[in-house]
C-alpha cells in the first residue's frame, strides 16, 4: 500500500538548538547524574525568610554567597564522584564590587568586576569546573563564590551564579 505523505522542510536536518545552545543556555536542558544549583546574595533593607536576602553590605566586606537550595554559605563540597561546572551568572550592585571563585581555596578567576550601578552578566558553557582539575571526580573539593564592596558606601543589589553539579564515572566521556 502506498500512502502520501506532505513534504515538510528543505530536506536537510534542523540544528538550529543544538548549536544554539552550545553558545548560550536559553533552555536548560540536564543530563542524566546533572543537577542544577543556584548561589546568590541579596543585599537589602527589607526582611526576608529567604536566607540569601542580607542586610546591605558595608565596605571592605567579604560575603560568601549562599546555596538557594539549603540556605548554607559557601564553600560548597564537590563530593567524590562529582564535578561542578559554573554555567551562567551575573549581578548589579549599588557600589564597586568584586566576585572571585575559588577552588579548593585558590582563586581560579574573578568572575566579575561590577561598577556600581551596573549590571553584569556572563553565559558560559562552562566558564570554571572542578573538573578541570579533576575529570573523574577522585577527590572532594571545595568551591567557594564570594563578593566584596569595594565601594565607599553600604553596598545593596544582587548576584546570582548556576551552575550545575555532575555526577561522573569513567564511561560517560570525562
Not at 554567597?65 to 548589579?92: H, K, Q, R
Amino acid at each position: 500500500m502506498v500512502y502520501a505523505v506532505p513534504a515538510r522542510g528543505i530536506g536537510k536536518p534542523d540544528y538550529s538548538k543544538e548549536v544554539s545552545s552550545g553558545k548560550e543556555r536559553a533552555g536548560l536542558v540536564l543530563a542524566y547524574g546533572q543537577t542544577l544549583k543556584a548561589f546568590g546574595l541579596v543585599f537589602n533593607a527589607t526582611p526576608s525568610v529567604f536566607a540569601w536576602v542580607l542586610p546591605a553590605v558595608a565596605p571592605g566586606v567579604t560575603t560568601h554567597f549562599i546555596d538557594n537550595s539549603t540556605g548554607l554559605s559557601t564553600p560548597f563540597t564537590v563530593p567524590v564522584g562529582y564535578i561542578m561546572s559554573v554555567i551562567a551568572g551575573g549581578g548589579s550592585m549599588s557600589q564597586d564590587s568584586q566576585s572571585l571563585i575559588l577552588v579548593d581555596g585558590f582563586i581560579t578567576t574573578s568572575m566579575s568586576l561590577i561598577a556600581a550601578g551596573q549590571h553584569s552578566y556572563e553565559n558560559d558553557v562552562v566558564g570554571v569546573s572542578t573538573g578541570f582539575l579533576d575529570p573523574l571526580g577522585l577527590t572532594v573539593h571545595t568551591i567557594d563564590f564570594t563578593v566584596e564592596n569595594l565601594g565607599g558606601g553600604d553596598m545593596v543589589g544582587g548576584i546570582l551564579l548556576n551552575v550545575i553539579l555532575e555526577e561522573v564515572h569513567p564511561y560517560n566521556g570525562y
